[in-house]
T-cell receptor, first 115, second 117 residues
Framework: ETGVTQTPRHLVMGMTNKKSLKCEQH?????MYWYKQSAKKPLELMFVYNFKEQTENNSVPSRFSPECPNSSHLFLHLHTLQPEDSALYLC??????????????FGPGTRLTVL | AQKITQTQPGMFVQEKEAVTLDCTYDTSDPSYGLFWYKQPSSGEMIFLIY??????QNATEGRYSLNFQKARKSANLVISASQLGDSAMYFCAMRAYSGAGSYQLTFGKGTKLSVIP
């Protein structure tokens, strides 16, 4: 595997379900990110992890719970979601978040539908 | 606060022609980076080109070039010799200091480019 991978690619869940999204990067990066992409809205940064430590939480509701066990893996645990949480969830990684020129490499995303 | 504006929701271009996608930005930070990403229908965001705020020359990467006009706070993407595979959403993004030792990447709403054969 190369780059950034995400599983599953598609997920349909009910509002009472609990599910997890997985992201893995094979680039040797130290920072990982979760973004939410809703229709007709800009990408919204959700969480940032640097060296496994959470450094950003952009006022994300507690029904989204991130986990970063190591610099290569990032999870997003989902529970009691709402239909408006349906979106494309993108994971990204970069060397570190501390400079202006670090490009982020994105995964293919998980298309989430909440019924 | 940082802001990215892409005023063109959709653009059409004839195959083999050049096209310019507009992007303006706003930040009070003197040090920032500007990025363009391409998102095909598959969903993956693909990095295209980067321009630093202190770079003297406009960035170029193959058929992509960035028309950086600092005084006007614009960073337009120029795609030369368009190909059918260029049809996708294009996002302009800016990375700037957002406080408390943190740098955030702020995205515009995107422009949908359609290349016509």
């Amino acid at each position: 595997e190369t780059g950034v991978t995400q599983t599953p690619r598609h997920l349909v869940m009910g509002m009472t379900n609990k599910k997890s999204l997985k992201c893995e990067q094979h680039l040797g990066h130290n920072a990982m990110y979760w973004y939410k992409q809703s229709a007709k809205k800009p990408l919204e940064l959700m969480f940032v992890y640097n060296f496994k430590e959470q450094t950003e939480n952009n006022s994300v509701p507690s029904r989204f719970s991130p986990e970063c066990p190591n610099s290569s893996h990032l999870f997003l645990h989902l529970h009691t979601l709402q239909p408006e949480d349906s979106a494309l969830y993108l994971c990204a990684s970069s060397q570190t978040p501390g400079t202006t020129n670090n490009e982020q490499f994105f995964g293919p995303g998980t298309r989430l539908t909440v019924l | 606060a940082q802001k990215i504006t892409q005023t063109q929701p959709g653009m059409f271009v004839q195959e083999k022609e050049a096209v310019t996608l507009d992007c303006t930005y706003d930040t009070s930070d003197p040090s920032y980076g500007l990025f363009w990403y391409k998102q095909p229908s598959s969903g993956e965001m693909i990095f295209l080109i980067y321009q630093g705020s202190y770079d003297q020359q406009n960035a170029t990467e193959g058929r992509y070039s960035l028309n950086f006009q600092k005084a006007r706070k614009s960073a337009n993407l120029v795609i030369s010799a368009s190909q059918l595979g260029d049809s996708a959403m294009y996002f302009c993004a800016m990375r700037a200091y957002s406080g408390a030792g943190s740098y955030q990447l702020t995205f515009g709403k995107g422009t949908k480019l359609s290349v016509i054969p």
